[in-house]
């Protein structure tokens, strides 16, 4: 039976200025992510397969382990707790740094529970994980232990499969399965166990959208199935949805729009595999009061008036007035009202690092580097209190 304990805030910033003061950052020592990661088990245990979301949120797509481009979501995006973030999955592999992208992941979703929430990938898997770079950085970095990707391997089982947003948009790492028309299907799955090799689990996390067919066709990629716009248009009918978000493919310009906005594509690894040179993005959802709960009207340029709307969610039109604009965001990004990708590019640490031969980094002594002065006592709010305003699929495993 899990025991639940918790690690107390100090020692959650403590590991956050680890993350983030130290560069490169200095990797946690095993009996921290063990704890981490029993802290987190104990939590999900009681989340179900599909969370329910509400708005404002900002969703994000793939990382794959480009720990500096995670840090320039939280800065262009906000951090939390001012942000609420929902990950789509694929935290690892690939990149330089998985084990600290997962890591600060980790950290924040514990001292954070309610403002970040992370659903699983295809690259949540041992098998996967194995293949694509996360186990054998997890050796280089630990000496040659792979307890840290026991640990970690076993929470991505807990991990739930999708998430409602505003109970009218749903969002899930891949896409649809011919095994399942319901959302209450996916609700009744085992997910505490290792992601199989077909079925409705496997579908959600490696199924894609494909614009040249209406139903479902075998994916090249070897699992799960390309679905069309009869196969979209059923599911969001039954389902009383409007729209799926969903991540999983690499985008050039960092996001694509399918059949008018009803699935939206977004990737957030800029440069993947610091060799692709794509943009990548980030979905902010304001709102979602398209769907007939609230009526909408301009009231003048850049300022939104919404009947029922929450103090908070008005207050975030404001600052978000600078780079929002309603109709140029619907036109062009192919998005609903309420919606827009925030675009951005990689990071020059990302360049650095090839340049100096980066592959994985071993473990980072000390280098007396001091905790930053900040106004705000939140560690991690202080750390991104000054940020910047910034703005052909392939498949890839």
């Keep these: 039976m899990t025991v639940p304990f918790s690690i107390p805030t100090s020692d ?3 590991c956050l200025e680890q993350l983030l003061e130290h560069k490169p950052p200095k990797i946690l020592p095993p009996e921290t992510i063990h704890q981490l990661c029993h802290i987190l088990k104990t939590q999900l245990l009681a989340v179900p397969n599909i969370m329910s979301l509400q708005s404002p949120i900002s969703v994000v797509g793939d990382i794959h382990g480009q720990y500096h481009d995670l840090l320039e979501i939280f800065r262009i995006g906000g951090s939390p707790p001012n942000t609420n973030y929902l990950f789509l999955g694929d935290y690892v592999d690939r990149g330089y740094y998985s084990v600290e992208t997962i890591s600060l992941l980790l950290v924040l979703k514990i001292r954070y529970p309610n403002r970040i929430s992370l659903i699983r990938g295809n690259h949540e898997s041992r098998t996967i994980t194995t293949n694509y770079g996360f186990y054998t950085e997890v050796l280089n970095k630990y000496n040659g232990s792979s307890d840290v990707w026991a640990n970690i391997t076993d929470l991505f089982d807990y991990l ?3 998430a409602t947003i505003d109970g009218t948009i749903f969002a899930c ?3 649809l399965s011919p095994s399942c028309q319901q959302l209450d299907q996916i609700r009744a799955i085992d997910r505490f166990r290792e992601i199989p090799h077909d079925g409705i689990m496997a579908d ?3 199924s894609d959208p494909d614009v040249e067919i209406v139903d479902f066709k075998l994916s090249p990629r070897g699992a799960g199935y390309l679905f069309g716009s009869d196969i979209m248009n059923k599911f969001c ?3 009383n949805l409007v729209q799926m978000i969903r991540a999983h493919q690499l985008c050039n310009e960092g996001y694509t729009s399918y059949w008018k906005g009803k699935c939206l594509t977004v990737w957030s ?3 993947y595999c610091y060799r692709c040179g794509n943009k990548a993005s980030v979905l902010e959802i304001l709102h979602s009061n398209y769907t007939g709960k609230a009526e909408t009207s301009i009231r003048s340029e850049g300022e939104v008036e919404v009947d029922g709307m929450s103090e908070s969610t008005t207050s975030l039109y404001d600052q978000h007035n600078f780079r929002f604009d309603k109709q140029k965001s619907q036109v062009d990004q192919g998005v609903l009202p309420g919606q827009f990708f925030n675009i951005f590019e990689a990071s020059k640490e990302n360049d650095e690092d090839t ?8 473990m980072n002594s000390s280098d007396g580097g001091e905790l930053k002065s900040g106004k705000n006592n939140d560690f991690f709010a202080a750390y991104f209190l000054e940020r910047p305003r910034r703005q052909h699929v392939e498949y890839f495993l």
Excluded: E, M
Excluded at 355 to 362: A, L, Q, R
């Design 12 to 14: 959650l910033d403590y």
């Design 160 to 162: 739930p499969l999708g």
């Design 173 to 175: 790492h891949g896409g």
């Design 204 to 206: 959600l996390v490696w």
């Design 237 to 239: 009918n039954d389902n």
């Design 269 to 271: 690894a800029p440069n």
């Design 355 to 362: 340049i100096n031969g980066k592959s994985v980094n071993g």
